[in-house]
């Protein structure tokens, strides 16, 4: 059994993770043995790493924030979940592990015919899509959203879920190559950032109001999103891709009344009532387990190939989430 | 009779501004001539000369945007305000002006035996700093506010109205010669504005959690003010002295749930109701003619001088107002 631990933070994520093997531990009263079937790389995963995140464990860590399991053995005292049965790791736990102890009771199970990989990756990424859309701006069907990063795990859901809700999203990448892809998830329209971006927006949605805006880069690109706001629109950053600050003029904030906020999953988990954890938590595993909801997979390690696992999800060259297997 | 007219804008203001002769005009049914008492050189005013500012008169156009005068002949028709009475200039009409022709009954007249100089500003810089305290977060007295510029007019308003209201001012200024007057004004704490700015606010404020920030410069003074807010604050831009975009990072909006607006005064007016404006401008009016609000004034120019009068309040070295006469 093995678990992918750090003993420190530091800049290079792949340097201070490493596979460690640990004994199977004993079952207590109420517990079950998970096998880990899937856990992905998130960008907070690699920003706990850094140590950039907003909130950090104590050390030392085993990485991940979520994924799912199969149950391979019961504790005593335990009937249910069944041996089989694919269930969500609790979020937050350090998924990244061959094998984990979990009180059964506590556990969510899920669709055993559904893509366990697809599956992995309901926690974190669907839900800030879905509340991105949601939390903001009260949207109808027919209103437009521009978002940047376009081809990130949140991008793509992003993409879905809006064309799901009726909503018309425009795409912001930085490489042409990627343009056919968003176009296939369901993007209306896809375009490459840079200087005249605020013209080309225009010119491809026929001069359309955009009142919600969302930006996972910061620096200069959260600036070229604002200019492509409707007057009184709302900016939301959810991400540092870039590692700079935002930059927004002036003008956009006092001349067209644009607000700029965050969004925090963690933050509106907090918040949020049980009842309305569950109806987005719900809706999203429902539609990740029919399909109609997935996010491009770039490729699958074991847990004893973290550290390029790390690499690869921590560098700007993949398509799609990294996952991590037993 | 002269007024300081622009035929075009640009980068240097003093160029495209000069004083203009005009001959005396008839009055018609209703109409009075004013002369000028005293008008005031706003940052705004400056960069509606540049092209810079959000609404941009038609050319050519005379300078200046509000003011007071005094009545010097009554019009046909026309029994009040009397000669000599002093009035409110409109707003928005070119105010840097010897004469001006307006209808009688629109006009505003306001208290003779009060300082025609501090009443000339009353229009634009005290409402501002009267909104900014209040119209995005709900303070109680006690609360601390934190702003830059804090010698500039409205941070000037600003200290006197948060005094009057209990609350409680971290001010941020670049030169160390300022604080003394600002502690006379009533500012709380002064601090000359660097890279350990959050550290020495904490230090001066006992750690109290500070909602309202407020930011006038942009750059990366935007995200300074940022730094030393409460979890949950809102900070309000309002003006670009620095000429560069506003840069917070996205830790300050993610984890922290600040949220980034601006404030324009233009844009209040629009939707605000007579009696809103009414309550506004009534008390601030009040405060002023009995000496209870005042600002700085560094220097008073006659319009022929107006080339003169627009470069020092273009310029960064002056201790408070240029102001503007007959």
Redesign the interface.
């Known amino acids: 059994m093995l678990k992918a631990e750090y003993r420190q933070r530091g800049p290079v994520p792949q340097d201070v993770i490493e596979a460690v093997a640990f004994e199977k531990p004993k079952l207590n009263q109420g517990e079950v043995l998970i096998e880990l079937l899937a856990a992905p790389i998130n960008p907070s995963d690699v920003l706990t790493l850094t140590g950039e995140y907003?909130?950090l464990p104590p050390l030392p860590a085993v990485g991940g924030n979520e994924g799912v399991g199969k149950i391979v053995e019961l504790g005593p005292g335990v009937n249910a979940p069944a041996i089989g049965q694919t269930v969500l790791l609790p979020v937050g736990c350090g998924t990244w592990r061959t094998h984990l102890v979990a009180q059964a009771d506590k556990l969510v199970p899920l669709p055993n015919e559904a893509d366990p990989k697809q599956l992995s990756m309901v926690s974190i990424n669907p839900p800030t899509a879905s509340l991105l859309l949601s939390e903001f701006v009260e949207l109808k069907p027919g209103d437009w959203v521009i978002q940047n990063a376009a081809n990130s795990g949140v991008g793509s859901y992003l993409i879905q879920l809006a064309k799901i809700r009726g909503l018309k999203t425009v795409n912001i990448v930085r490489r042409e190559s990627l343009i056919a892809t968003l176009k296939e998830e369901g993007a209306d329209v896809v375009l490459v950032d840079g200087e005249d971006l605020a013209a080309r927006v225009k010119e491809a949605t026929g001069g359309a109001p955009i009142p919600l805006g969302i930006d996972a880069v910061?620096d200069?690109a959260t600036?070229r999103i604002a200019d492509c706001l409707a007057e009184g629109a709302t900016l939301v950053?959810?991400?540092?891709m870039s590692g700079k600050?935002?930059?927004?003029?002036?003008?956009?904030?006092?001349?067209?009344?644009?607000?700029?906020?965050?969004?925090?999953l963690a933050?509106w988990f907090e918040n949020a009532s049980p009842e309305e954890q569950m109806a987005v938590y719900g809706e999203l595993t429902k539609l990740i387990a029919c399909g109609k909801l997935k996010a491009p997979i770039d490729s699958v390690f074991s847990v004893k190939e973290i550290k390029h696992a790390v690499a690869l999800a921590a560098g700007g060259k993949r398509n799609g989430k990294v996952l991590v297997t037993a």
């Open positions: 907003g909130m910061g200069t600036g950053n959810y991400g540092m600050p935002c930059k927004v003029s002036p003008a956009s904030l006092i001349f067209r009344g644009m607000t700029l906020k965050g969004f925090w933050k």
